[in-house]
């Protein structure tokens, strides 16, 4: 079938890239915003310009934020002796909403692939090093990558690598276990044996 609008398909293709959508997901957002009132697609379009010039990288954290440190690296009430290390902002945004942990973070943007083809050096690692290495406060390096293949392979990696660069410091993984409110019969046996083995 020949396609009715090449610079459409582009659109859909370009949406196509950004994680959690299908190209059936990136086909109905690409002809909403195309659709009836495209004034909500010039907002989305002069918002996306603008956050690509504002938005960077905290020098401290790696983080995204406007300002050249983010406002947590910032917050001198931060418990500077943490260090919470976390995949992705969105990662360290649930985090945060928890109001359970008060230290600082470093933010990855990846994780440790090898099928990928991304190792240490595509991830900030070693951005994370010279940080531990340089700052004296810290006594605890708190890691929150997520229970994946990926996550695991690059908890391992950090873990040695602290060992090495600063073996004074404390690392530690954040506790894997049982969700609340789910009975032990529909939870898969991997879970089961994370909290059996991370028990307390």
Known sequence: M?????????????LKRLPG????????????LLSDDRRQAAKLLKTLERAVKTVKHCELCNTLTDEVVCPICADASRDRTKICIVETPADQRVIEETMAYRGLYFVLMGLISPVKGVGAEDINM????????????????????????EGDATAHFIAKAMASVAPQIR???????????????YTDANTIAGAIFGRR
Not at 21 to 32: K, N, T, Y
Not at 126 to 149: G, N, S
Not at 171 to 185: N, S
């Open 2 to 14: 020949p396609t009715l609008s090449p610079t459409l398909d582009e659109l859909v293709d370009a």
């Open 21 to 32: 959508l299908g190209p059936r997901s990136a086909s109905r957002i690409a002809e909403q």
């Open 126 to 149: 070693q951005k994370l090093l010279e940080r531990v290495k340089k700052d004296k406060l810290v006594r605890e390096v708190l890691i929150a990558t997520p229970f994946t293949p």
């Open 171 to 185: 690392v530690t993984r954040l506790a894997r276990g049982i969700p609340a409110g789910v009975e032990l019969e």
